[in-house]
């Protein structure tokens, strides 16, 4: 039987998450016998057009990363973002929050006007997408499930709860009672609370849960001693797309 054709592509990112996917050692090759890989730069030279499903890491960020999106979206049957960056517009849409001729200044300096830009986004802000692996970087066992799942036509199972609920199975102390300020109330579970079992919170980064109530956790940040500006810096570093488009 044919293996299907995936390819991986970056966009504007770290490509932290491509290198947990090179990074799967043992459970690369068991994928490998599952589909064949046609495109990766991270680790092969060739780059073929012929794929079925496309892995895509990093925010879109220029005009022109919206037309290699959309062919992305034409030749592959299935689209799967990759990481925040990709899914939510992760650490990338902190910039939106300024003046982006100042933000390519402080970057390029004289030769700015060389380099466009807008604000950073999500890539289901421009093309349809149908999975997602959501953290930064991304967790390999959660990619290997979404990509098990869709091999076999299934949907992924991607937790609907907040981080909260596995912190507290995992009778972590919680950070507030810490002195300490965490987002994960309104953070999609799904990384077992990573962050919080290492002793420090859940900063987001992987993206608002559905139906968060963002304002009253914002209140709870500022009750626990932040100021206004403080809580909602809270929520920019990784929710700053996702607020702004509501
Ligand atoms: S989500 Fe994180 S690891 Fe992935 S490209 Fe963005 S910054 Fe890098
Ligand atoms: S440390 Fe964070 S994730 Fe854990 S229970 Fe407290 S608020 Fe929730
Ligand atoms: S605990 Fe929060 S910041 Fe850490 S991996 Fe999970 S969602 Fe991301």
């Known amino acids: 039987m044919m293996k299907p054709k995936v390819a991986f592509f970056d966009f504007a990112g770290c490509e932290?998450?491509?290198?947990?996917?090179?990074n799967?050692?043992?459970?690369l090759l068991a994928l490998l016998g599952k589909v064949d890989v046609v495109c990766f730069r991270e680790v092969m030279k060739e780059?073929?057009?012929d794929y079925a499903i496309a892995f895509v890491e990093g925010s879109c960020t220029r005009l022109q990363d919206e037309d290699r999106l959309k062919r992305i979206r034409e030749n592959a049957k299935i689209v799967v973002?990759?990481?925040?960056?990709?899914?939510?517009?992760?650490?990338?849409?902190?910039?939106?929050?300024?003046?982006?001729?100042?933000?390519?200044?402080?970057?390029?300096?004289?030769?700015?006007?060389?380099f466009d830009t807008y604000e950073a986004r999500p890539i289901d802000a421009v093309i349809p997408v149908d999975a997602y692996v959501y953290?930064?970087?991304?967790?390999?066992?959660?990619f290997l499930h979404v990509v098990t799942s869709l091999l076999m036509g299934k949907k992924p199972d991607i937790p609907t709860y907040p981080v909260c609920v596995e912190c507290k199975k995992n009778e972590n102390v919680c950070a507030f009672e810490r002195d300490q300020f965490c987002?994960?109330?309104?953070?999609?579970?799904?990384?077992?609370?990573?962050?919080?079992?290492e002793g420090t919170i859940c900063w987001g980064c992987r993206g608002l849960v559905?139906?968060?109530?963002?304002?009253?956790?914002?209140e709870v940040l500022i009750k626990y001693g932040l100021t206004v500006e403080e809580?909602?810096?809270?929520f920019k570093l990784y929710f700053g797309w996702q607020e702004g488009k509501k």
């Open 183 to 197: 987002v994960g109330p309104v953070t999609r579970a799904g990384c077992d609370s990573c962050c919080v079992n």
């Open 47 to 49: 780059c073929d057009e």
């Open 81 to 114: 973002a990759i990481g925040s960056c990709a899914t939510i517009g992760g650490i990338n849409s902190l910039r939106n929050y300024k003046n982006l001729d100042e933000v390519r200044k402080t970057v390029y300096g004289e030769k700015a006007k060389l």
């Open 210 to 218: 559905d139906n968060p109530n963002e304002n009253s956790h914002k």
């Open 231 to 234: 809580a909602i810096g809270k």
């Open 16 to 22: 932290g998450d491509q290198l947990q996917v090179a």
């Open 24 to 27: 799967l050692e043992e459970d």
């Open 135 to 142: 953290g930064c970087p991304i967790d390999k066992d959660e």
